[in-house]
């Protein structure tokens, strides 16, 4: 329980807790927050060697791995093995969720994805390492296929080893081009901004909606702006209700930030053009099943895509389409 639902080891000492303890089985002793670390780590010792064993039966493992930064600007790296058990079944598992300080250069990423390949004994099984896009990943990767190929366990010569992150690519190639509809995206953030920030306002434009005789089960969805599929889903939300915007701009003298049009319509073919995306992006982003079968089909999807918006007879989604596509061929 402590473990599952991440409680703190001093919850065996707090009274009430015990008293439940206690009536539930008088002779129940929880012990100390140390008697419980020490269960734990005995306990993870324990799961960690069984997962070793398990290495022992397995001949190539698979890496992905990522940076985040908490709250507290702590940098943390998460490795995870992903390989076959004996059944020819999929399986993934953490082997590393570590503190990494700055400064977070290639060098030192690899340094740490070494150094847990070693502690598990599997520095001599890896096929492919997946990373996302950043310069210090590159390098990472340069230092660690230098490293395996010295000790002649690099599988094909390298030409596989750096598995780059399609999930990123695609939100590197989409972010850029949002850009080119930027006012649009603008007008409607600050819309349902405005909206969000009264109950009043909120109520005056659901009221709107019920006029219009909409469902009022569906809701405004503010987006992040770093999240191109937020971005989608904000976009799509605002469409559904487009009608009721020009009404409640005749209702609120101070409301400034009405979509004209032309705008509707850039974000009406910008979300058709997006939702290729946000599938392949749900598809890429499964922890087990996103296998080559699946894969590659959503990105013929978008190759598909991007080629016939590359003739569009619209400057704006022409523009757009291009670049992107420059991206698409160059990863």
Known sequence: ???????????????????????????????????????????????????????????????????????????????????????????????????????????????????????????????????????????????????????????????????RCCAHILNLMVQDRLDEIRGVIENVRESLKYFKMSPARLHKFTDIVRQLQLPTSRRLILDVPTRWNSTYKMLESALFFKEVFPRYAEKDPNYRWLPSIDDWNKAQEVCKFLEVFSEATLAFSGSEYPTSNLFLPEVWKIKQMLNEKSLDERDFMREMTYKMREKFEKY
């Not at 993870?44 to 069984?50: A, G, I, L, P, V």
């Not at 290495?55 to 890496?63: A, G």
């Not at 030192?108 to 096929?127: F, P, R, S, T, Y």
């Open 1 to 163: 329980m402590i473990i599952v639902h991440e409680y703190s080891f001093r919850m065996v000492e707090h009274k009430l807790f015990n008293v439940l303890l206690k009536t539930l089985n008088p002779r129940f002793d929880s012990g100390s927050r140390v008697t419980i670390r020490n269960d734990c780590i005995k306990l993870f010792t324990s799961e960690k060697n069984k997962l070793k064993e398990m290495f022992n039966s397995v001949d190539k493992i698979c890496l992905t791995t990522d940076l985040c930064t908490s709250n507290q600007t702590i940098g943390y790296m998460c490795l995870t093995a992903h390989y076959m058990d004996m059944d020819w079944q999929l399986q993934k598992r953490i082997i590393s969720f570590c503190g990494l300080p700055p400064p977070h250069t290639g060098l030192a990423i690899a340094d740490a994805i070494l150094q847990c390949l070693i502690d598990w004994g599997i520095e001599n099984k890896v096929c492919t390492v997946t990373m996302d896009n950043a310069s210090t990943n590159d390098t990472a990767i340069r230092n660690l296929k230098d490293n395996f190929s010295l000790k002649g366990t690099l599988y094909f010569s390298g030409r596989i080893f750096h598995v």
